[in-house]
């Protein structure tokens, strides 16, 4: 099973707003609502930002929104925040044996 | 609250047999629903997703991997285990444990541990 393709990076100035996408197949993706994004600070464990495609967990700013569309989920951060910048990794149940699938990883960089 | 702890030896030798436990506080592994995982992360790597283990005793492993690894859990103690044989330097990564909800989402983590392969 491939890893989903992200960037490698994104940036953007405070206030901003950045898009980072998660591409993968009809097998995980595209065929399930089950894609879930990341945040993960350097040297901190990931932090769960989304679930179910485009559900924020309590506690988490509504400055976070994601959505799905074909084979590819997208993770929207608005009003970029200093606090915002980390590495963001999106997840997906896949079809295959392997069942979950992560990411290539973006680094999100706030100028 | 949830809480998640892994624990286990920070250098082994390769050929070694690695053995982790994670140990969990704030939900029990014999609630219907319940599930761990176990994700792995070299240095300056993306997340790598190796097992799960569910509260009626059902398990999945990433294919890649499948042949190298056990896991398992031990509800008295609230712990889950994974195993994995013959231990390689490409093997040193943070090893996380993590609470899965039922969207497949991974809940929290704990706080990883950094497993060395080295001679």
């Known amino acids: 099973q491939s890893a989903l393709t992200q960037p490698a990076s994104v940036s953007g100035s405070p206030g901003q707003s950045i898009t980072i996408s998660c591409t993968g197949t009809?097998?995980?993706?595209?065929?399930?609502?089950?894609v879930s994004w990341y945040q993960q600070h350097p040297g901190k464990a990931p932090k769960l930002m989304i679930y179910?495609?485009?559900n924020r967990p309590s506690g988490v700013s509504n400055r976070f929104s994601a959505s799905k569309s074909g084979n590819t989920a997208s993770l929207t951060i608005s009003g970029l925040q200093a606090e915002d910048e980390a590495d963001y990794y999106c997840m997906s149940y896949a079809s295959s044996s392997t069942r979950v699938v992560f990411g290539t990883g973006t680094k999100v960089t706030v100028l | 609250q949830v809480t998640l702890k892994e624990s286990g030896p920070a250098l082994v030798k390769p050929t070694q047999t690695l053995t982790l436990t994670c140990t969990f506080s704030?939900?029990?592994?014999?609630?219907?629903?319940?599930?761990a995982n176990w994700i792995r992360q070299p240095p300056g790597k993306a997340l790598e997703w190796l097992a799960r283990i569910d509260w009626d005793d059902e398990k999945f492993y990433s294919t890649s991997l499948k042949t190298r690894l056990t896991i398992s859990k031990d509800t008295s103690k609230n712990q889950v285990v994974l195993t994995m044989t013959n231990m390689d330097p490409v093997d040193t990564a943070t090893y996380y444990c993590?609470?899965?909800?039922?969207?497949?989402?991974?809940?929290?983590w704990g706080q990883g541990t950094l497993v060395t392969v080295s001679s």
């Open positions: 993590a609470q899965m909800g039922p969207q497949w989402e991974l809940l929290l």
């Open positions: 704030g939900f029990s592994l014999s609630s219907s629903g319940m599930r």
């Open positions: 179910g495609v485009n």
């Open positions: 009809s097998s995980d993706v595209g065929g399930y609502n089950f």
